[in-house]
Every structure is written in structure tokens, then in C-alpha cells.
């Protein structure tokens, strides 16, 4: 089945500055890639996501990347806010099964004012 | 409002007790998920249906029961022989991938607020 490694686990930048996480699957045929915001206390909110056809997808502050020959995409924020403070997850799936999204561990991202 | 609710908000569980949480949607979703979230950890797959009286086990079905009488209801019971049964569960619903092997995955996923259960 599908694996995704998220990385890194906890990552704090100063307010303004840009926000890199990282993730890498291992089912080559995995089609849709999702990213995820979760607040403490919530259920995670999709806020961005980019299927294998295309390279690169940004809403405003926020774009995502992927590199299907090595098999990894990342999510960019950029002039980041206090309210991005939050949990980041990635997910893959459409490898041909049944299961749904296969998601990382996540990503706490904290933003120092 | 279109969403997913889901209830309670936090739900307490004795030793040997089934406990059933709530799952509604009024977003006319054709699948459903149930995951279990711990600390520190990704979201795992309890059990999804994909139309109404059919569900499918996913990477954690024991200890779990799910039904599926109702498009827009799909509740959870966890178990007396689920044995650590403390953890976040959140519900979600998408819309059915297309039909050219796209998969079930491949459509957003909604999630709800969680219910937050934990050992008395």
C-alpha cells in the first residue's frame, strides 16, 4: 500500500518569512495529493490540492509542487501570518485501491512574531 | 450550512461499554470515512462506505463497527474489545471519484469537528 513520510515534524519561522514542508510517497501510480490545516481542537480543513498532471498549483500565500519522477511534493507558504499557525498534513492517494487518502504525520508550523 | 457534524464533542467510555458516535452530513456526499487521529500521528483509517448499506474495512477496523442505513448518516461504535480506545475521530465525506479508475481516494475529502474519546 501507499506510504507517506512528512517532514520536518515541528518547523518555526519568523512572521513574514516563507514555510517549506516536505513529503514523499512510494505508490508511483498515487494521482491526487492533498494538503490539509488542522486547529487545535478541529477536524482538518483542505487547503490546497494538486493532482499528477500538473506540476505546480498556488492559491495566494500558498502553492504546492510536485515531482512525480522522485515521487515527493511540498507546500510553500509565503509572507506567513499568525493565523498559519497550525498542523499541516499531506496526503496521497489513487494508487489504484479503494482506501482513500493515505496521510503524513504532520507538520506543526509556528509562526514567531 | 453544508457540512458534517459530528457528535458529541467529547465522549467517555467505561470498561466493557460500546460507545457510538454520530456522524451526519447534508453535503448529498456518496462516501464516507471514519479515522482515528493520536497524538503526534497521521490520520488512520477505521472504515469507509462508499454508498448506502456497504462499508469496507480500512487499516484499523478492530475493536470498530460502522452501518450505513442513510446517505447522509454514518456512525461509528467503538467496542468493548477495542482495548485503547483513547483518541481523536474525525468523520469525513467526499464526492465518488469518476468512473475511469480514478479511485475512491481522488475526490477532497470534508472533515468534520471530531469527537474526542477517552477511558473513565
Known amino acids: 500500500g501507499e506510504n507517506v513520510e512528512q517532514h520536518p515534524s515541528t518547523l518555526s519561522v519568523q512572521e513574514g518569512d516563507s514555510a517549506v514542508i516536505k513529503c514523499t510517497y512510494s505508490?508511483?501510480?498515487?494521482?491526487?495529493f492533498p494538503w490539509y490545516k488542522q486547529e487545535l481542537g478541529k477536524g482538518p480543513q483542505l487547503i490546497i490540492d494538486?493532482?499528477?498532471?500538473?506540476g505546480e498549483k498556488k492559491d495566494q500565500r500558498i502553492a504546492v509542487t510536485l515531482n512525480k519522477t522522485a515521487k515527493h511534493f511540498s507546500l510553500h507558504i509565503t509572507e506567513t501570518q499568525p493565523e498559519d499557525s497550525a498542523v499541516y498534513f499531506c496526503?496521497?492517494?489513487?494508487?489504484?485501491?479503494?482506501?482513500?487518502?493515505?496521510f503524513g504525520k504532520g507538520t506543526h508550523l509556528i509562526i514567531q512574531p | 450550512d453544508g457540512g458534517i457534524t459530528q457528535s458529541p464533542k467529547y465522549l467517555f467510555r467505561k470498561e466493557g461499554q460500546n460507545v457510538t458516535l454520530s456522524c451526519e452530513q447534508n453535503?448529498?456526499?456518496?462516501?464516507m470515512y471514519w479515522y482515528r487521529q493520536d497524538p503526534g500521528q497521521g490520520l488512520r483509517l477505521i472504515y469507509y462506505?462508499?454508498?448506502?448499506?456497504?462499508?469496507q474495512k480500512g487499516d484499523i477496523a478492530e475493536g470498530y463497527s460502522v452501518s450505513r442505513e442513510k446517505k447522509e448518516s454514518f456512525p461509528l461504535t467503538v467496542t468493548s474489545a477495542q482495548k485503547n480506545p483513547t483518541a481523536f475521530y474525525l468523520c469525513?465525506?467526499?464526492?465518488?471519484?469518476?468512473?475511469?479508475?480514478?479511485?475512491?481516494?481522488?475526490?477532497?475529502?470534508?472533515f468534520g469537528d471530531g469527537t474526542r474519546l477517552s477511558i473513565l
Open positions: 505508490d508511483s501510480a498515487s494521482n491526487y
Open positions: 469525513a465525506s467526499s464526492i465518488m471519484g469518476s468512473r475511469q479508475g480514478t479511485g475512491l481516494g481522488n475526490q477532497p475529502q470534508h
Open positions: 462506505s462508499q454508498i448506502v448499506n456497504d462499508f
Open positions: 494538486i493532482r499528477s498532471n500538473v
Open positions: 496526503a496521497a492517494s489513487g494508487g489504484g485501491g479503494a482506501d482513500g487518502l493515505t
Open positions: 453535503l448529498n456526499h456518496d462516501a
